[in-house]
């Protein structure tokens, strides 16, 4: 497939579901999958954006630029932390 149809063919394969897999790697090489929910409108993104840094000059303008550069609001749920708590 050339660039342009592969880009197509994931983008339509995401869009077309909710769920979604993170992969990452552990300290020691080995994966860690997790499975996330993810919401790509620009509604969630106008929220966030509110939140942190209030109201935006030209709201109409912000929509566009997030569509156009594909931004997505990623939030992930912490369950548990590992680690050692700095001695001070």
Excluded: C, F, N
């Excluded at 979604?20 to 969630?44: C, F, M, N």
């Amino acid at each position: 497939m050339a660039d342009d149809e592969t880009r197509r063919a994931l983008t339509e394969l995401i869009a077309g579901h909710r769920l979604g897999v993170l992969a990452t790697l552990k300290r020691d090489g080995r994966p860690q999958l997790s499975t996330v929910i993810y919401d790509a409108t620009v509604a969630e993104l106008v929220d966030l954006y509110r939140t942190v840094q209030g109201e935006h000059p030209d709201w109409a303008d912000y929509r566009r630029a997030m569509v156009a550069e594909r931004r997505l609001v990623l939030r992930l749920h912490v369950e548990r932390l590992y680690g050692a708590p700095p001695h001070g």
